[in-house]
């Protein structure tokens, strides 16, 4: 039967229940909610001891908060029972809707595992529902939803009527572990959604300050930058460029927004820069200035994207090397230049002069020019039609494109036109070197080649072979054309030359020798030197006056 006052003491019993599920919900972090847990079984359903053991993300539950004893906390706090051992815990004794009751007679196999727990010795229990200290009743925490995922287990102890709960003070302690459990969950959450705050902030923080990075890094750096648009109608189109790339082509920014690199390179490095791929590509090319003057650059691009989805751009790095390309020219030309007279040297003239030959055997019975072209034909007829007119030459043929070289007949002017080969020794400079001094042979070397240079057509080569020995390469010249060059030369050379305010003179001797396919370069020049060795004998006894 129940008793007049049983009611009043379960409408306080809900008053303060209703108190401590209200505390619940008022604390601002997880740790404050696991420990107002704790408080809240002390201080509302009559218990003197309240543990909140909390499930880690390995499984394993760890002790997140104590209530009634300082000693108990300061043992326990912090430490950890396996999810095995719970387990085991959790299907023994005697089940009360949610909760679990081990009794004392059943709890002494629990004492050697790992679950923390704190106990308080006394006197064995005189009648049948006496509290007995090594009682034990949990309260399992699910999460709120169907799939029953424990949070964690409130363990209580030492209840103050020193009775085991009855009915009413189970029901009190499943609703306020269910309630806890809510409370739990809704902690995580908040906990969650800060830290995701707090790392989106961050987030923000670095993008801004990358963002901001890089564009002091774009806009002052030393050397260009430029962003442009990747695929689309528009692709390549200058988007932004920074100060150093406007500087170094003379081009306001709102101007640059109008181009492509493709619209400022130079007409011969137009293949370079469709050869050079976009992503990690590099070339080295010449950009128009606004003045109509070409710089020597080095782009180098990189692709960047907006966002991780977002469209992509083509970063271009231009890197000002105008001083060492002029200084590689400078380099290159020395290499191939004479020094004292500028003009192509020995090595230089050899490559020039290879590059007009090719390995192709001379035709065997033709002596004339035409004879070797209608050979030439005749044998790539026959070539054709063996075929059956498929067989174009293989990749690679040292003879595709290539306009074979051949000399003209030298006894007979058929109209042939060949390349002509003129060797030029000077008369009589050894006697101004003895008797003037090395300073005045060399300012004469200079002015012979200034003056064989004007004598010859745009696109001749004049070279210094070596001492006082020139040569000079004339494609398109006849027989009597190659006769006639040599002769204007030679009345060219021999003309006074003035040094240090006297007259000397030095006089010339020409051969000329013809290039044709399948001679050697020195095969060439030595038929051209022997010729001019061959004129030299026969005007021997022809005085010629030097100095």
Same mark, same amino acid.
């Given at each position: 039967?129940?008793?007049?006052?049983?009611?009043?003491?379960?409408?306080?019993?809900?008053?303060?229940?209703?108190?401590?599920?209200?505390?619940?919900?008022?604390?601002?972090?997880?740790? #404050?909610?696991?420990?107002?847990?704790?408080?809240?079984?002390?201080?509302?359903?009559? +218990?003197?001891?309240?543990?909140?053991?909390?499930?880690?993300?390995?499984? #394993?539950?760890?002790?997140?908060?104590?209530?009634?004893? %300082?000693?108990?906390?300061? !043992?326990?706090?912090?430490?950890?029972?396996?999810?095995?051992?719970?387990?085991?815990?959790?299907?023994?004794?005697?089940?009360?809707?949610?909760?679990?009751?081990?009794?004392?007679?059943?709890?002494?196999?629990?004492?050697?595992? #790992?679950?923390?727990?704190?106990? =308080?010795?006394?006197?064995?229990?005189?009648?049948?529902?006496?509290?007995?200290?090594?009682?034990?009743?949990?309260?399992?925490?699910? &999460?709120? $939803?169907?799939?029953?995922?424990?949070? $964690?287990?409130?363990?209580?102890?030492?209840?103050?009527?020193?009775?085991?709960?009855?009915?009413?003070?189970?029901?009190?302690?499943?609703? +306020? %572990?269910?309630?806890?459990?809510?409370?739990?969950?809704?902690?995580?959450?908040?906990?969650?959604?800060?830290?995701?705050?707090?790392?989106?902030?961050?987030?923000?923080?670095?993008?801004?300050?990358?963002?901001?990075?890089?564009?002091?890094?774009?806009? +002052?750096?030393?050397?260009?930058?430029?962003?442009?648009?990747?695929?689309?109608?528009?692709?390549?189109?200058?988007?932004?460029?920074?100060?150093?790339?406007?500087?170094?082509?003379?081009?306001?920014?709102?101007?640059?927004?109008? +181009?492509?690199?493709?619209? !400022?390179?130079?007409?011969?490095?137009?293949?370079?820069? !469709?050869?050079?791929?976009?992503?990690? $590509?590099?070339?080295?090319?010449?950009?128009?200035?606004?003045? $109509?003057?070409?710089?020597?650059?080095?782009?180098?691009?990189?692709?960047?994207?907006?966002?991780?989805?977002?469209?992509?751009?083509?970063?271009?790095? *231009?890197?000002?090397?105008?001083?060492?390309?002029?200084?590689?020219?400078?380099?290159?030309?020395?290499?191939?230049?004479?020094?004292?007279?500028?003009?192509?040297?020995?090595?230089?003239?050899?490559?020039? !002069?290879?590059?007009?030959?090719?390995?192709?055997?001379?035709?065997?019975?033709?002596?004339?020019?035409?004879?070797?072209?209608?050979?030439?034909?005749?044998?790539?007829?026959?070539?054709?039609?063996?075929?059956?007119?498929?067989?174009?030459?293989?990749?690679?043929?040292?003879? #595709?494109?290539?306009?074979? =070289?051949?000399?003209?007949?030298?006894?007979?002017?058929?109209?042939?036109?060949?390349?002509?080969?003129?060797?030029?020794?000077?008369?009589?400079?050894?006697?101004?070197?003895?008797?003037?001094?090395?300073?005045?042979?060399?300012?004469?070397?200079?002015? *012979?080649?200034?003056?064989?240079?004007?004598?010859?057509?745009?696109?001749? =080569?004049?070279?210094?072979?070596?001492?006082?020995?020139?040569?000079?390469?004339?494609?398109?010249?006849?027989?009597?054309?190659?006769?006639?060059?040599?002769?204007?030369?030679?009345?060219?050379?021999?003309?006074?030359?003035r040094v240090g305010g006297r007259g000397v003179r030095v006089g010339a001797s020409f051969?000329?020798?013809?290039?044709?396919?399948?001679?050697?370069?020195?095969?060439?020049?030595?038929? %051209?030197?022997?010729?001019?060795?061959?004129?030299?004998?026969?005007? &021997?006894?022809?005085?010629?006056?030097?100095?």
């Amino acid at each position: 039967m129940e008793t007049e006052s049983e009611p009043y003491v379960r409408l306080a019993s809900l008053r303060q229940l209703h108190k401590v599920v209200a505390d619940l919900n008022m604390a601002r972090s997880l740790a #404050d909610t696991l420990q107002t847990v704790a408080d809240g079984i002390v201080a509302g359903l009559g +218990y003197e001891l309240a543990c909140v053991n909390l499930v880690r993300p390995d499984g #394993d539950l760890v002790v997140a908060a104590f209530a009634g004893s %300082a000693a108990a906390e300061a !043992l326990i706090t912090g430490r950890v029972g396996s999810r095995p051992s719970w387990e085991r815990r959790l299907s023994m004794g005697e089940a009360w809707g949610e909760l679990r009751f081990i009794p004392h007679t059943e709890g002494w196999v629990l004492i050697e595992d #790992d679950v923390p727990q704190w106990h =308080t010795d006394g006197p064995e229990p005189r009648f049948e529902d006496e509290w007995h200290p090594r009682d034990r009743l949990y309260a399992p925490m699910y &999460a709120s $939803g169907t799939g029953r995922e424990l949070l $964690g287990v409130i363990s209580v102890d030492r209840p103050r009527n020193g009775r085991r709960p009855g009915p009413w003070g189970q029901e009190a302690l499943q609703m +306020y %572990a269910s309630q806890a459990g809510i409370a739990i969950s809704n902690a995580r959450l908040r906990a969650n959604m800060q830290r995701a705050l707090v790392r989106l902030e961050r987030e923000q923080q670095a993008l801004r300050a990358s963002e901001e990075s890089f564009r002091q890094a774009f806009e +002052y750096a030393p050397s260009g930058m430029a962003i442009a648009e990747m695929g689309g109608d528009q692709h390549g189109r200058l988007l932004r460029t920074n100060d150093a790339l406007c500087r170094l082509l003379a081009r306001p920014a709102s101007a640059m927004r109008r +181009y492509s690199f493709a619209d !400022l390179v130079h007409p011969e490095d137009v293949g370079t820069l !469709l050869r050079t791929s976009a992503e990690g $590509g590099r070339a080295e090319i010449r950009l128009g200035r606004r003045d $109509g003057t070409y710089v020597w650059v080095s782009l180098r691009n990189s692709v960047v994207a907006d966002t991780a989805d977002g469209p992509r751009f083509l970063l271009t790095h *231009v890197e000002d090397i105008e001083d060492r390309k002029r200084h590689e020219i400078q380099l290159a030309h020395r290499a191939s230049h004479d020094a004292l007279t500028g003009l192509p040297n020995s090595a230089e003239l050899r490559a020039r !002069l290879s590059a007009k030959l090719c390995e192709l055997p001379q035709p065997v019975g033709r002596g004339t020019a035409v004879g070797a072209m209608d050979a030439a034909y005749e044998s790539e007829a026959e070539a054709f039609y063996s075929t059956d007119g498929f067989d174009f030459g293989s990749p690679g043929d040292p003879y #595709d494109h290539h306009v074979h =070289t051949i000399a003209p007949d030298g006894e007979l002017d058929d109209g042939a036109k060949g390349l002509a080969v003129l060797f030029c020794d000077l008369d009589g400079f050894k006697s101004i070197n003895d008797r003037f001094g090395h300073q005045t042979g060399d300012a004469v070397l200079v002015e *012979v080649a200034r003056r064989l240079t004007t004598g010859v057509r745009e696109g001749d =080569t004049v070279a210094r072979l070596g001492g006082d020995e020139f040569v000079v390469l004339a494609d398109g010249l006849g027989s009597a054309d190659a006769a006639d060059l040599a002769l204007r030369l030679r009345n060219a050379i021999i003309l006074p030359i003035r040094v240090g305010g006297r007259g000397v003179r030095v006089g010339a001797s020409f051969g000329i020798g013809w290039a044709s396919c399948g001679m050697s370069v020195d095969e060439v020049l030595q038929s %051209a030197d022997q010729r001019m060795y061959i004129e030299k004998r026969s005007r &021997a006894k022809v005085h010629r006056r030097a100095g």
